[in-house]
């Protein structure tokens, strides 16, 4: 419909309705108020050598926030205090204690707060190490002198001297004044190369005066049965089927890469930790080819695998274990006739 001239608003009146209706509509409340403050807030979680905090904040208005964490024992280092998740680190020597810790979300315009009590756990090795929260047992036949070796440094064929290496490790702790080293052992079994099989173990055993004996290893619990008795146990099993560790300064699972199926190799079991129901063997890992923890000790030094792992591994490579005693006690199955075995190799 066509306004007639006299119905049409006066625009150049100083101030005229028409004014007033377009200035009402511009200025309405939802486009001048100020929008609603962030919501602060956070959850927590256990990653064994530090707690994870993550904001939950929201704010329908700015998805864009900035945050920042803070604690109320200020010797507490914070990774990530600008970030969305960050992490408390549990300090080495720490004790349980309870701290509380703000979250601050800010989204330019107002902030809000949110604050926790949390439980800050007691640091011990088996969070250091990587293998759970509360240790429920353990067990280790270690020596009182330094008997670990690094194939990595046993002359020409180090990069297959994992047979010669444990051996001579086995020797070792079964005999402190034994001197002789994975050269030796290499010099007196395939000493033009080659990997070593695990009747060259039983053998160089043999030659040194060190009780063994095998079994069949139909029970990957015979392990620990074994080292409740006094003793260590020799494998040879596939590394391939061995879960990998991804964080360098963890002692759990292993270091290196294996990329293929058929990576036999010898490992030497000393030891074990149950964590949470669940059992970590111990190891004398001889593959450390100089590849160090940040504390600087070798990696291949109380390495802890788990005790399905290694079950799958041998029972794909070499089910048996070899067995070095100082009581001459079997815990576990009999002795097998090692001539009545099909004999595997490691390198």
Request: with cysteine.
């Amino acid at each position: 419909m066509k306004l007639s001239l006299d119905q049409r608003p006066n625009l150049n009146a100083p101030f005229s309705l028409f004014y007033v209706v377009i200035f009402f509509i511009g200025c309405s409340d939802s486009d001048t108020a100020p929008g609603a403050p962030p919501v602060a807030s956070f959850t927590t979680s256990d990653l064994l050598t530090s707690i994870h905090v993550t904001s939950t904040s929201v704010d329908p208005d700015s998805p864009l926030l900035k945050y920042r964490w803070s604690c109320s024992d200020a010797s507490f280092r914070i990774d990530g205090s600008g970030s969305e998740n960050a992490a408390i680190i549990i300090p080495e020597g720490h004790s349980e204690s309870d701290v509380l810790v703000t979250l601050t979300v800010n989204d330019g315009t107002s902030a809000s707060d949110a604050t926790q009590s949390v439980t800050i756990p007691e640091y011990t090795h088996v969070r250091a190490y990587g293998l759970g929260t509360e240790l429920d047992a353990e067990g280790s036949n270690n020596a009182s002198y330094s008997w670990y070796m690094d194939q990595g440094v046993s002359g020409k064929h180090s990069a297959i001297n994992c047979g010669p290496t444990v051996v001579t490790m086995a020797i070792k702790w079964f005999n402190e004044n034994f001197n002789l080293t994975p050269e030796d052992a290499r010099k007196a079994y395939r000493p033009a190369g080659g990997w070593w099989f695990t009747d060259d173990v039983i053998a160089y055993l043999e030659d040194n005066g060190a009780t063994n004996f095998t079994i069949r290893l139909d029970d990957i619990n015979d392990v620990k049965t074994e080292i409740d008795a006094g003793n260590i146990i020799l494998l040879c099993l596939d590394m391939y089927y061995v879960s990998a560790e991804e964080r360098s300064d963890y002692h759990a699972h292993k270091f290196y890469s294996t990329p293929e199926v058929g990576w036999g190799h010898f490992l030497l079991i000393k030891g074990y930790k149950e964590v949470a129901g669940k059992v970590f063997y111990e190891t004398y890992d001889p593959y450390s080819l100089g590849k160090k923890y940040p504390d600087g000790s070798l990696k291949g030094m109380d390495r802890y695998y788990a005790a399905e792992d290694l079950d799958v591994s041998t029972g794909r490579w070499w089910d048996f274990a070899i067995i070095v005693t100082k009581s001459d006690v079997s815990a576990g199955r009999l002795p097998l006739n090692v001539s009545d075995i099909v004999h595997k190799p490691g390198r």
